[in-house]
């Protein structure tokens, strides 16, 4: 019953639609996998599968506009590799952002002596400080604050104008903005803890100052305690001006990754 309603509706469809719909599907399936909220593994699998192939139904309309599809397997499979590459380079270039956030609260973890109790972060299963988790959470519900899930599939349904279901995409751009975005990580990590990292640094020198003061002092068991207080309070001060970067940072990654299509 359930192969004869299939082959009916194969029929009715026509196969170049059925083409099209797993050409889109090829090109959004990388969100799944490397973008943030869509890639959480506190979503299963089976749901994620679900979405992507619901995303794809819809956009497949819009995509086989006046494309026609070709008939030849090696030419099929050659635009199967093509719009795997362009989801792939979306999903790496708004990713990239998450990736940003993310590390700035590792290598707070490792300065301030949170890296010592490593738990595991529920959104991606890799162990982490807490730190790291908690920047993790606060930038995932930033990011759905910000409205990033919307960029995203404005974004992924905008790549379908700019580089058609039949089109090769321009490689060397396409590369040179995946390289922009990824190289934006670390410079990312270093503005969002800055001002933690600073707190600290100006910490470290006043223990320093205080040890040759007072050398029987043990500094190292009372600086530990203060070096935590101290980052949490840069922290909690700091995470409300999150918001505005993140918004601007996934701004600027659609934006630059739609450009280089």
């Not at 995509?63 to 380079?89: E, K, R, Y």
């Not at 930038?139 to 039949?166: N, S």
């Not at 207080?229 to 630059?256: C, I, R």
């Amino acid at each position: 019953m359930g192969q004869a309603v299939f082959n009916t509706l194969l029929h009715q469809l026509g196969p170049g639609h059925v083409i099209g719909f797993f050409l889109v599907l090829a090109r959004i399936s990388p969100l799944f996998v490397l973008a943030p909220l869509f890639s959480s593994t506190m979503i299963p699998v089976q749901v994620r599968a679900i979405i992507a192939m619901a995303l794809s139904l819809g956009l497949t309309p819009l995509a086989m506009h006046g494309q026609p599809v070709p008939s030849d397997p090696l030419m099929i499979a050659g635009l199967f590799v093509c719009n795997a590459l362009v989801g792939l380079a979306f999903a790496l270039a708004v990713g990239a952002v998450f990736a940003g956030i993310s590390s700035a609260g590792a290598v707070l973890d490792v300065i301030s002596g949170f890296s010592y109790g490593a738990l595991i972060n529920p959104f991606d299963g890799n162990q982490g400080g807490v730190l790291t988790n908690l920047y993790t959470i606060v930038g995932l519900a930033l990011f759905i604050a910000i409205g990033g899930d919307a960029w995203m599939l404005r974004g992924i349904a905008h790549t379908l104008t700019l580089v058609p279901l039949t089109s090769a995409p321009p490689i060397n751009s396409l590369v040179a903005g995946v390289d922009s975005a990824v190289g934006s990580i670390f410079v990312s990590a270093l503005e969002v803890a800055a001002p933690a990292m600073l707190a600290l640094l100006i910490t470290d020198v006043a223990f320093g100052m205080v040890s040759r003061v007072v050398p029987q002092l043990n500094v190292f068991a009372v600086g530990f305690p203060l070096k935590i207080g101290v980052v949490l309070l840069v922290v909690a001060a700091a995470l409300p001006l999150l918001g505005g970067f993140m918004s601007d940072q996934v701004a600027s990654a659609v934006t630059n990754i739609l450009q280089a299509m």
